[in-house]
């Protein structure tokens, strides 16, 4: 029998579970997240900084790049946590590679006191560059 795959609740629970291992001993801004695979697999990931400040990589990177190592190629949902009011939306760059892994990915913004907020990575990106601007 397959495994149920976790709802938003769930999701959220697990972001939160990962943003206490959030590296952020410059900013503080300790942020975690939980990506949902197609097949019903959840990666997590945490932010995790460098006194090379460029060298920080954001909680959604990691979590992408852990699915993308481990085989998974397709992405239903991704929750980013963080201790913001309002719930703080992913950067540029997360942006970006969201857009060229997981096009069709719904994004839930969790924030301070349980606010969370629904959108979509189109939503975010309504002017993208992507595989056929090359």
């Not at 697990?14 to 291992?21: I, L, T």
């Not at 997240?33 to 990666?43: C, E, S």
């Amino acid at each position: 029998m397959p495994k149920p795959k976790p709802s938003e609740s769930d999701l959220i629970k697990a972001a939160r579970k990962a943003q206490k291992f959030a590296q952020a001993p410059y900013s503080n801004y300790c942020v975690g997240a939980a990506l949902l695979a197609k097949d019903g697999r959840t990666f997590t990931g945490v932010n995790v900084e460098s006194s090379s400040y460029g060298l920080s990589v954001c909680a959604e990177r990691v979590a992408l790049f852990k699915a993308l190592s481990e085989g998974a190629d397709s992405f239903t949902k991704l929750v980013v946590a963080t201790d913001s009011h309002p719930p703080a939306s992913p950067c540029g760059a997360c942006r970006q590679l969201l857009w060229d892994y997981a096009r069709g990915i719904k994004i839930i913004l969790a924030g301070k006191n349980g606010v969370a907020v629904k959108t979509t990575i189109a939503d975010l990106m309504p002017r993208p560059f992507g595989t056929e601007d090359l």
